[in-house]
């Protein structure tokens, strides 16, 4: 178990995580449900076929950022469960500790700056 955070940073870190996750359900529940009305109105757009292609800029976009929300989503469950099982804070590649301040900014980061980029 990495010992280089003290109890109040796991603290806070876990604190982050846990509020990112929440507002992260929210904005993919939010775009699924808007993507769907979309879907409808397409549905019902297609019988009109000229606004159709008007309307598949607007499903990409939310298309786009369900994916990314999705990604970030995984990666910040994939960090509580790391702080869960004591494994948290380590790269994951040169198991180096991965320094507060980056995690401070990124708490969902699995690696550390070298290994990032
Ligand atoms: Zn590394």
């Keep these: 178990m990495s010992q ?13 995580l846990e509020q990112r996750e929440r507002q992260l359900r929210a904005q993919l529940d939010a775009h699924l449900h808007g993507q769907s009305r979309v879907d409808r109105a397409r549905e019902v757009l297609q019988q009109d076929a000229d606004d159709a292609p008007q309307r598949r800029p607007e499903l990409a ?21 790391r702080l ?9 590649t040169c198991g180096v500790d ?3 301040d980056r995690l401070k900014v990124q708490p969902w980061a699995s690696q550390c700056v070298p290994c990032a980029a």
Aim: glycine share 6%; charged share 20%; aromatic share 6%.
């Design 84 to 92: 869960r099982a004591g494994r948290y804070g380590q790269c994951r």
């Design 61 to 81: 976009v939310a298309a786009a950022l369900t994916d990314r929300e999705q990604l970030e989503l995984n990666a910040v469950s994939q960090a509580l469960e």
């Design 98 to 100: 991965i320094p507060f």
């Design 4 to 16: 280089h955070l003290t109890a109040g940073q796991k603290a806070w870190l876990t604190a982050e």
